[in-house]
């Protein structure tokens, strides 16, 4: 039996997934999140898989410090002896154009991945703090990088290259590289295990962060965000698509700083600004059903944004077999799922509102008579990274 341990770093945060595999089979053994790290009032929980959470109040001055006490909990419970560790993988949250696939992480590509980080401006360098903490506690364990951007990177030129002067691309790589991509190739293939006969698959990962993804024989060839996070659908915080001249407009008209835009077009738009200052879609929907005008625009925004890049989908997948929702709302929202199949008619989609009435399970939501079958199926991207991980060291 081999032991995993994934570990999805943030800048305050660091996410922890223990999972076992034997003969290809896994297991998850525990979970927990640390949050507030360097920041005060720092938290860890930790839950062993079939029992109740755990919550502890800690001071957890770096990410070294909270990998040292997730450490002692998983030795107190599911591991005899760190030695029983065989890998750790990582999730990175860019891979260039460098990293197509995960990777085992070495002294000789460690600069490429810190590298391919600095695209990300603001947040890219805390995905490596798992890693330096796991180089400092444990250098001899294997690690290895999953990235977020690796399974967009088959999109072709007419999907990937935005139309700017050549050397913005060819100098300072600047294209869409699209993210969410593990979630994005999880449900997709768990799709393909589902309904083998499902070619042209359009998948909805929506969460705070949002994207779509128009799929093609296993291959991403088109998805709605970009260079950044920021393009695409209405998010829970992030504007979506926007014209690029508009933050441009803002600091020259407003005198506003490039950091005080940047802050504004990921924390301070999205639901979180149309609605009056509700970023949870269940609290938009509660305020929605409640016939609050300002929750009601917000909605209409979001799910006009999902059913254009659904129709734009179509068209370049040149139709579509199956539609997936995930992710926060994907999995757990019956209305928003409602609210965009019933403006997909027009592709002969039909929602059985009795099976779509449901949270957080696989499951077929389509009538049999539905052109388009719709599905929802949660994702797991923490596995894909332990899968990735237990196969690049096995
Ligand atoms: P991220 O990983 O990007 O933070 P998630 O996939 O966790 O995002 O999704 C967060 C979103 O999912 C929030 O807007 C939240 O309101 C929504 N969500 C989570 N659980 C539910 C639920 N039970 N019902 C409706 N929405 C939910």
């Not at 179509?314 to 965009?340: C, H, Y």
């Not at 696989?362 to 539905?370: A, L, M």
Request: hydrophobic share 40%; glycine share 8%; net charge neutral.
């Amino acid at each position: 039996m081999k032991k995993i341990l994934v570990l999805n770093s943030g800048s305050s945060s660091l996410k922890y997934r223990l999972f076992a595999f034997d003969n290809n089979q896994s297991q998850l053994l525990a979970k927990g999140l640390a949050e507030r790290i360097g920041i005060g009032n720092s938290t860890l929980t930790f839950q062993i898989t079939n029992q109740d959470k755990q919550k502890f109040a800690l001071d957890l001055p770096n990410h070294e410090a909270a990998l040292q006490e997730i450490f002692k909990l998983l030795l107190g419970s599911v591991l005899n002896s760190l030695d029983e560790l065989s890998a750790v993988g990582h999730r990175l949250g860019h891979g260039g154009e460098t990293f197509k696939q995960s990777t085992i992480i070495t002294q000789d590509n460690i600069a490429q991945i810190r590298e391919a980080q600095e695209l990300l401006p603001l947040h890219g360098k805390a995905f490596m703090l798992g890693i330096e903490a796991m180089q400092k506690l444990l250098p001899n364990i294997p690690q290895v990088a999953t990235f977020d951007t690796a399974f967009h990177q088959t999109m072709p030129k007419e999907a990937f290259l935005y139309a700017l002067p050549q050397e913005q691309y060819t100098k300072h790589k600047i294209r869409r590289y699209g993210f969410h991509g593990t979630s994005h190739y999880y449900v997709s293939r768990e799709l393909q295990k589902l309904m083998p006969s499902a070619h042209k698959i359009i998948t909805c990962h929506l969460g705070s962060g949002g994207s779509i993804t128009a799929i093609k024989d296993g291959k991403s060839i088109d998805t709605s965000l970009g260079f950044t996070g920021t393009s695409g659908i209405t998010m829970g915080t992030r504007c979506g698509d926007i014209d690029g001249f508009v933050p441009l407009y803002i600091m020259q008209s407003q005198n506003k700083t490039a950091d005080e835009v940047h802050l504004m077009l990921n924390k301070e738009c999205g639901l979180y600004a149309l609605s009056g200052g509700y970023s949870d879609s269940r609290d938009v929907e509660d305020r929605y059903l409640a016939g609050d005008p300002q929750a009601i625009t917000a909605y209409d925004v979001y799910i006009h944004s999902i059913i254009k890049y659904i129709g734009a989908y179509v068209a370049v997948l040149g139709g579509v077999d199956a539609i997936v929702f995930t992710a926060g709302i994907g999995e757990n929202s019956p209305l928003l799922r409602q609210k965009v199949c019933e403006k997909l008619a027009y592709l002969g989609v039909k929602l059985d509102l009795q099976a779509n009435d449901m949270k957080g399970q696989t499951k077929e939501i389509s009538t049999p008579d539905s052109k388009v079958k719709i599905w929802v199926i949660p994702t797991d991207e923490e596995l894909v990274i332990a899968e990735d991980t237990y196969k690049l060291t096995a």
